[in-house]
């Protein structure tokens, strides 16, 4: 039996993918702008294992055994063994065999699939980035982690990732790059306000459907897309975080205001979510300076970019505005041991500026976190998968 392990993070699109131009082959309608998350908070973790003696391919995500059968992970499959055979047809490499071989994969995310975050992003990443470690195969593989699910290809990168639209109908080249690596922008911070809130949201995958199929304003904004994903990412590269946010925030609400402008409408965004955004605007506007920016994807979460200096500040708002209802030790997570180094901010904030009332338990917790890295191989000793190929049981 041979087996890998590897990692791979969540990424935040600052210019959202919202439309297709080939429901097959997950073709965008536009080109997308993203960020990736550090591991340390978010990351999905799949081992592969293939051997001989495996009597068919098997699948557990989360601990529970799925089929195999799902079209998507199929078509990753496949485009992954097709890609290694072309590449070992050359050389007379026993590795050939193993193709042959059936497998088993292992999945979980080391957060909660209720956080609402993108985890079938970084989940696909991780299986297409450990099918490329077991079968050794070299050049792009963005473009296979696309036909997992679209924004996945921009988990195959770490920090700022553009993923390309591509105009070839076999979508070749509809790939994902890396504008900049995380350590570019040292002191850019993220803040993922995760809502309390249990309804089911309408997937994305059925979402960008029906409004490509119905919205007006959708071609209007695909029209005028390219010019900003140019700024954005000049924004990116120069640091420039008054741009970056604006037109992150901007961006953002364009792509919802297309969901109500589909027929039926669709609408993510909850009070709570407009809050946030009441609060954000209102924050700038007192400091006369954009400090922070939102975005929201295909759920009421608020992700929050911000620079270091002005974490602290912001979070005793948001706590003062997001309270929960009892005391709880586990309400903001992430990179805690950051906030504990720069607890001492001394002045205190006029609250008569924002007004509003606080919102009592609407936030379930917060998670503190920053750009951060690609996938990565893991330690066999970190598989999730015994020496039968099996679920490891931990204690
Ligand atoms: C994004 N989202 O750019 C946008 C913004 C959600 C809101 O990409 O059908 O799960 O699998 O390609 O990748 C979510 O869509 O959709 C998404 P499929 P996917 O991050």
């Known amino acids: 039996m041979q087996c890998v392990t590897c990692s791979a993070p969540v990424n935040i699109a600052v210019i959202k993918y919202w439309g297709k131009r080939d429901e097959t082959l997950i073709l965008p309608a536009n080109s997308s702008v993203s960020v990736t ?58 590795a050939a065999e193993k193709l042959n071989w059936k497998i088993h994969i292992c999945s979980k995310n080391n957060f909660p699939t209720a956080a609402g975050l993108a985890s079938s992003a970084a989940g696909y990443a991780c299986l297409v980035y450990a099918l490329q470690c077991l ?9 296979i982690a696309r036909r997992g699910s679209g924004s996945a290809c921009r988990s195959v990168h770490g920090g700022f990732v553009m993923w390309d639209k591509g105009q070839k ?25 995760v809502v309390n809130e249990q309804k089911k949201h309408t997937g994305s995958t059925e979402g960008m459907q029906v409004t490509m199929e119905t919205s007006e304003l959708l071609k209007e904004r695909i029209q005028s897309l390219p010019n900003k994903t140019e700024q954005i990412t000049q924004a990116i590269c120069d640091r420039d975080f008054k741009t970056f946010a604006e037109i992150t925030m901007k961006d953002s609400n364009q792509m919802h205001a297309c969901c109500l402008d589909t ?13 946030i955004i009441q609060l954000v605007h209102c924050f700038n506007r007192k400091y006369q300076e954009v400090k922070v920016g939102y975005t929201f994807d295909a759920g009421p979460n608020a992700c929050l970019f911000l620079l270091k200096k002005d974490v602290q500040k912001f979070l005793h ?21 950051e906030l504990m180094e720069t607890e001492s ?51």
Not at 180 to 189: C, G
Not at 351 to 373: A, H, R, V
């Open 169 to 193: 109908h076999d979508g070749t080249d509809s790939i994902a790059r890396q504008i900049q690596p995380h350590t570019h922008w040292s002191d850019l911070r993220v803040l993922i306000l």
């Open 345 to 395: 901010d001394d002045s205190e904030e006029d609250l008569s500026y924002f007004p509003f009332d606080p919102m009592d338990d609407s936030l379930k917790y917060i998670i503190y976190t920053m750009p951060g890295p690609g996938p990565q191989e893991l330690p066999s000793d970190q598989s999730l998968l015994d020496e039968d190929g099996l679920p490891r049981k931990r204690s």
């Open 263 to 275: 027929y039926p409408p669709i609408s993510y965004l909850t009070d709570v979510s407009r809050r």
């Open 135 to 143: 079968y050794q195969i070299d050049g792009d593989i963005t473009a």
């Open 317 to 337: 708002l948001v706590k003062h505005f997001f309270p929960p209802t009892r005391e709880d030790k586990d309400f903001i997570r992430g990179n805690t041991a």
């Open 37 to 94: 998350l550090h591991q340390d908070q978010l990351q999905a973790q799949t081992s592969v294992a293939a051997s001989c003696h495996f009597e068919k391919d098997r699948i557990w995500l989360n601990g529970q055994e799925q089929s195999i059968d799902n079209p998507r992970i199929q078509n990753v499959i496949k485009e992954i063994k097709r890609r290694a055979r072309k590449q070992k047809a050359g050389n007379r490499d026993n």
